[in-house]
């Protein structure tokens, strides 16, 4: 045997931990089990309706546990198994309780050239946690996204797997805290992309004094 790895450490997510929704608040009404069916005629095979499945699930119950995992593969009649992949393959299926407004900050390659980490380090300042964490209040949590597709408005972030907001620099993000801790989630809206360097007014890192150079940036209507 050469030097291989012995013992690789991967980071696995507890399959069976406590389980945190008691069993009287562990069901879907008729209405939801309907729709889950509904879906599931849509598919050949009932796997096609797990991702609209999940989705509901966690729009009732906030995040998904084990055993809300199971619940939903045990409504489409699929093994817990393939509905625990899905679960937790993509990361806008929340595994644990977040804080009410999940930012995810994009840090992937175009925001990161962007500001993209000045970003997330000035809002882990200012809420006083790490990327990963929720604030004491449970009102945010911060995570650090890949690209999300909106890479023509970088730096960007995206509130709970809503809007976007696009263009960031810390005035936007002082205003764009302020109205989620009011309650005011920006709407959705969409941005052109800028045509050439001078519409997007040059360099447009947020750590620089260049970003005073700003002419008309390409800035949202998300948050005034
Ligand atoms: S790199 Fe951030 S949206 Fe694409």
Known sequence: MGDFIKHPFVDMPDRNPEQVIPND?????????????????????ADGAVMRALWLAQEKFSFLPPEVIKLVA????IP???????????TQY???????????????????LCGGYDMLHYIENKLGVHKGETTKDGLFTIQE????????SAPMLQITNGPFVHNLNKDKVDALLDALREGKVPAFTSVTLPQDEDEMGGNRRTDVSSVESYIVPPISETVS
């Open 25 to 45: 608040q562990l069901v879907f009404t008729s209405e939801e089990k309907k729709q889950i069916q509904t879906w599931v005629s849509h598919y050949p095979t």
């Open 74 to 77: 045990a409504e489409i009649g």
């Open 80 to 90: 817990y198994a393939n509905a625990y992949g899905v679960a937790t393959f993509y």
């Open 94 to 112: 929340f595994k644990e309780k977040k804080g009410k407004h999940v930012l995810d900050v994009c840090t992937c390659f175009s925001c990161q």
């Open 145 to 152: 996204a890949e690209c999300l597709g909106a890479c023509g």
